[in-house]
């Protein structure tokens, strides 16, 4: 059953991702043969955003089924990172483009051009619906599905459930990607009515600039946060204090040291430690190993490796 559920779960939230994707990549094209006839800077900046959003959309659907490769000889923790170099490389995509779009703006503003205040107004109509329906794909697609299982389940339920997070996560940063672009068109749609009614023409390259601003702003967030996994920064949502504190009270356990937490792609958490315990008995190590894999699992650590020491013994890597 829980195979199936998985199985179907999967399928729908791929089709959800591939409309939403379509969409994207349709009206971008739109937006572009829309900007050239409005002679809109404004919704030009906004097509080149739909498109890399689109092509986003489309990795993720192709990352999504590379990310579910095992491991192997050569990638023995799996293909979850590729999704990193993605992310970079789309990052510095976006940032190029918005230090692009900004010149243009900024000579747009020094030189005013009539654009269509009617065909920006449309386009801004149809922006907020594509994306609107974009999201709403996405989110029936099971985007906010629920995933909490009772416990008891079978290990292969509890890899469904993993993959089941993962694309949660993907779903929500591709939700959040269309609900900006909402945001953006609502702009020019506001945009678009005041040069109607001013003949304010300025106003549409002031909108390039905050629409190019925007992008930069989020794609340089998205560069520190996918650097952090790549030079293997502590994941965010961990403390290493509390963990310490959390293992250290375990019973049986004397010490704790060289403990490393890294993510692979900011999901899946990795962990080793070495710890020190009070005696050599075989019954306390499988006792404490239980309960240091329990604290695990509260962090949401998938991939914990633990070396079990004595007291007596001196560990080598101890300072290191």
Same mark, same amino acid.
């Given at each position: 059953?829980?195979?199936?559920?998985?199985?179907?779960?999967?399928?729908?939230?791929?089709?959800?991702?591939?409309?939403?994707?379509?969409?994207?990549?349709?009206?971008?094209?739109?937006?572009?043969?829309?900007?050239?006839?409005?002679?809109?800077?404004?919704?030009?900046?906004?097509?080149?955003?739909?498109?890399?959003?689109?092509?986003?959309?489309?990795?993720?659907?192709?990352?999504?089924?590379?990310?579910?490769?095992?491991?192997?000889?050569?990638?023995?923790?799996?293909?979850?990172?590729?999704?990193?170099?993605?992310?970079?490389?789309?990052? @510095?995509?976006?940032? *190029?483009? =918005?230090?692009?779009?900004?010149? !243009? %703006?900024?000579?747009? $503003?020094?030189?005013?051009?009539? /654009?269509?205040?009617?065909?920006?107004?449309?386009?801004?109509?149809?922006?907020?619906?594509?994306?609107?329906?974009?999201?709403?794909?996405?989110?029936?697609?099971?985007?906010?599905?629920?995933?909490?299982?009772?416990?008891?389940?079978?290990?292969?339920?509890?890899?469904?459930?993993?993959?089941?997070?993962?694309?949660?996560?993907?779903?929500?940063?591709?939700?959040?990607?269309?609900?900006?672009?909402?945001?953006?068109?609502?702009?020019?749609?506001?945009?678009?009515?005041?040069?109607?009614?001013?003949?304010?023409?300025?106003?549409?390259? @002031?909108?390039?600039? *905050?629409? =190019?601003?925007?992008?930069?702003? !989020? %794609?340089?967030?998205? $560069?520190?946060?996918?650097?952090? /996994?790549?030079?293997?920064?502590?994941?965010?949502?961990?403390?290493?204090?509390?963990?310490?504190?959390?293992?250290?009270?375990?019973?049986?356990?004397?010490?704790?040291?060289?403990?490393?937490?890294?993510?692979?792609?900011?999901?899946?958490?990795?962990?080793?430690?070495?710890?020190?315990?009070?005696?050599?008995?075989?019954?306390?190590?499988?006792?404490?190993?239980?309960?240091?894999?329990?604290?695990?699992?509260?962090?949401?650590?998938?991939?914990?490796?633990?070396?079990?020491?004595?007291?007596?013994?001196?560990?080598?890597?101890?300072?290191?």
């Amino acid at each position: 059953m829980g195979h199936n559920h998985s199985h179907q779960h999967n399928h729908s939230h791929e089709k959800g991702l591939s409309t939403a994707f379509w969409l994207n990549a349709i009206f971008s094209v739109i937006e572009v043969v829309g900007g050239i006839f409005t002679n809109s800077t404004a919704i030009i900046a906004d097509a080149f955003h739909d498109f890399v959003d689109a092509s986003a959309i489309g990795l993720a659907v192709f990352l999504e089924k590379i990310s579910k490769k095992k491991g192997n000889e050569k990638f023995s923790y799996g293909y979850k990172r590729f999704s990193l170099l993605s992310a970079i490389g789309m990052s @510095v995509f976006l940032l *190029g483009g =918005a230090v692009i779009m900004l010149v !243009n %703006a900024f000579q747009s $503003l020094m030189n005013p051009e009539v /654009v269509d205040s009617k065909g920006m107004l449309w386009l801004a109509v149809l922006g907020i619906a594509i994306n609107g329906i974009a999201f709403i794909k996405i989110k029936n697609s099971g985007g906010d599905a629920h995933h909490h299982h009772p416990h008891g389940h079978s290990h292969v339920h509890d890899h469904n459930h993993e993959n089941t997070c993962e694309q949660n996560h993907n779903s929500k940063a591709i939700m959040l990607h269309l609900l900006e672009d909402v945001l953006g068109w609502a702009a020019v749609l506001i945009g678009a009515a005041v040069i109607y009614f001013t003949h304010w023409y300025w106003i549409d390259p @002031v909108l390039a600039i *905050g629409i =190019a601003g925007f992008i930069g702003y !989020n %794609a340089t967030k998205n $560069l520190i946060s996918s650097g952090k /996994v790549l030079l293997q920064s502590v994941p965010e949502s961990i403390d290493m204090k509390k963990l310490s504190k959390d293992l250290l009270q375990i019973n049986g356990v004397r010490s704790i040291h060289n403990l490393h937490v890294w993510t692979l792609d900011g999901n899946d958490h990795v962990c080793t430690l070495h710890l020190v315990t009070e005696d050599d008995e075989l019954a306390m190590h499988q006792n404490v190993q239980t309960e240091v894999e329990g604290v695990m699992k509260n962090y949401h650590i998938q991939h914990p490796t633990i070396q079990m020491e004595s007291c007596e013994s001196k560990c080598q890597y101890m300072n290191k």
